[in-house]
């Protein structure tokens, strides 16, 4: 039996994630959405809902103690690029509301996830097989809250013994819900065009390599850390973990595999570029492999091959 509320459930992990999670436990898994951004269809017919706003402690607290909610999983984010236009709600969602999260999850005996990213490093990171303990220095609003966030949650682990668990999540490619506003989300946006027959316009350059992952392993990743053995974890928040690296060049003459007519223009997105520029080209991963036996499923031709039937099917 496990209680688990899901924060921004209707987001493009947390969409996904919800489901996921009801179909492994049998207690209550509470979908937490903001109004505006109700869960819809399954996701509102498989279980409760309620609304949780990350920037309102007391409404955390309330689901939680309602439901006897036992793990939180913290879902709630503006992604880099959006972080930018915003940086003022940026913090407020990913440093306070996270502080609220951790003290709800203090005061009731909860363990937390809070993804954080590849958007943790910065231009004096190692860029190749990017170590898991290294600098970490982002100018991204973005990677300010998630690095503060891992810091956070470490601090409330050592200080408090909340059991806090984070990993390093990449580009997440699905066909589900639609990222909002990040740097990787090109690596989406792809597929819809291979699909609907259009030209794609890339807004990142080629020869641009960022780690990318699918979505089925990442909620693979986000539950087997909260249910690895506590005495294996040498690290916490967060773990690196890695699928795929790739340039915009190496997804579209994989897509053209199976798509033999889909064309692909540039654009570069500027801001987009800048940051992808002062990320990693590909993370080592060895410690989550190690402390709690990630391994992820997917590499790009098999996600490929999986993306465009089932978009081909939904489209
Ligand atoms: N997918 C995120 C972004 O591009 C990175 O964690 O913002």
């Not at 792809?190 to 080629?206: E, K, L, M, W």
Request: glycine fraction near 8%; hydrophobic fraction near 40%.
């Amino acid at each position: 039996m496990k209680n688990v509320l899901i924060i921004g459930s209707t987001g493009q992990i947390g969409t996904e994630l919800t489901l996921e999670l009801r179909k492994r436990y049998q207690g209550n898994v509470v979908a937490g959405y903001i109004p505006g951004a109700e869960p819809k269809g399954e996701l509102l017919e498989t279980g409760p809902a309620e609304i949780v706003d990350i920037t309102s402690g007391s409404q955390i607290a309330e689901v939680v103690s309602t439901y006897k909610i036992d793990t939180i999983y913290n879902l709630a984010a503006l992604l880099s690029a959006v972080a930018e236009a915003k940086p003022q709600l940026a913090w407020k969602v990913g440093m306070d509301g996270l502080f609220n999260v951790l003290e709800v999850a203090r005061q009731y005996k909860c363990a937390v996830f809070t993804p954080s990213s590849i958007g943790v490093f910065g231009n004096n990171t190692p860029k190749d097989k990017t170590p898991q303990d290294t600098i970490r220095n982002p100018r991204t609003m973005y990677g300010v809250t998630k690095v503060g966030g891992e810091l956070l949650s470490d601090y409330y682990y050592i200080r408090f013994g909340v059991d806090t668990r984070s990993v390093r999540f990449p580009g997440l490619i699905s066909y589900i819900a639609p990222p909002g506003g990040g740097t990787t989300d090109y690596a989406v946006d792809i597929y819809y065009s291979a699909i609907r027959g259009t030209r794609f316009v890339c807004p990142i350059a080629a020869g641009t390599f960022m780690d990318m992952m699918y979505m089925p392993d990442a909620l693979h990743a986000a539950i087997q850390l909260m249910e690895a053995d506590p005495a294996r974890l040498v690290h916490r928040n967060a773990f690196n973990v890695a699928a795929m690296s790739f340039d915009p060049e190496i997804i579209y003459e994989n897509i053209r595999r199976y798509v033999p007519d889909f064309t692909m223009a540039y654009d570069v997105d500027p801001l987009r570029q800048s940051i992808a520029d002062s990320w990693p080209n590909s993370l080592d991963d060895t410690c989550a492999r190690e402390e709690w036996d990630w391994r992820p499923a997917y590499d790009l031709d098999m996600m490929t091959q999986d993306m465009l039937s089932k978009l081909r099917a939904r489209i």
